[in-house]
Every structure is written in C-alpha cells, then in structure tokens.
C-alpha cells in the first residue's frame, strides 16, 4: 500500500484546512488509517485515527473538539479536518496505515513501530 498525503499549506490562526491521504493498494478497508504530525525539532506524536469501519475515532488531547478524522472507503481516501488551527498545530503530517487491529486504535497511538505503512508528510504552516 502507498500512501499518498496532500492538502498542506499555509494559513493563518484560526483558519481551516482538510488534508486527504490516497491509499494505492488493496484492502484499504482492511486498514486502521490514522494521522501523526511532526514539529521541527521534536519527535513525531500522533493526531488522530479511525477504525477500518469509521465508525471508531481516537484523538490527541490537543486537537479534540477542533479536528476530525474520517475515511471514504469507496475512494481508499483518509481524511483530516482540520478547524480552529492554532500556531501550535504548525508541523508535518503524515498519513499511516495498520492492519488488523480492529477498533483497538490506541496501539496505533501508541506503537508507531507497528505501523504497516507512513505516506510522505505534508506541511501546514499556521501563522498568526
């Protein structure tokens, strides 16, 4: 499975901004698909994620109640928006792939190790 992420840019504090991942494979509903950022300097942390069904979430203290992770099966399409951006929420942000964990989305959050498949990050830039 390649994973492709987009939807990056620049924006301005409180915007919004929707980034998508495109997964080219197959069993793409087979997949646990979550979102991970990474700040210049510091380590990659997780954002969100959602179960094979969409129909389970998880998400970071940080970003509850301003992001929302959802999927498009029909279209193997993950996608995070994004509103309320803060100067804070500033990183790279990579689109990842886990099979066969169910709903049990907090090993995602919690062993990147175990991820099956990173797409290439991109940038969002909040300035204020």
């Known amino acids: 499975v390649q994973l492709q992420a987009s939807g990056g840019g620049s924006v301005q504090v409180g915007d919004s901004v929707r980034l998508s991942c495109v997964a080219m494979?197959?069993?793409?509903?087979?997949?646990?698909m979550g979102w991970f950022r990474q700040v210049t300097g510091k380590e990659r942390g997780f954002v969100a994620a959602?179960?094979?069904?969409?129909?389970?979430?998880l998400y970071a203290d940080s970003v509850k109640g301003r992001f929302n992770v959802s999927r498009d099966n029909a279209e193997n399409t993950l996608y995070l928006q994004m509103n309320n951006l803060a100067s804070e929420d500033t990183a790279l942000y990579y689109c990842?792939?886990?099979?066969?964990?169910?709903?049990?989305?907090?090993?995602?959050?919690?062993?990147?190790?175990?991820?099956?498949?990173w797409g290439k990050g991109t940038l969002v830039t909040v300035s204020s």
């Open positions: 990842a792939a886990r099979q066969f964990i169910g709903t049990r989305l907090n090993t995602m959050r919690e062993r990147e190790d175990k991820i099956d498949y």
């Open positions: 494979g197959r069993a793409f509903d087979s997949y646990a």
């Open positions: 959602v179960d094979w069904s969409g129909r389970t979430t």
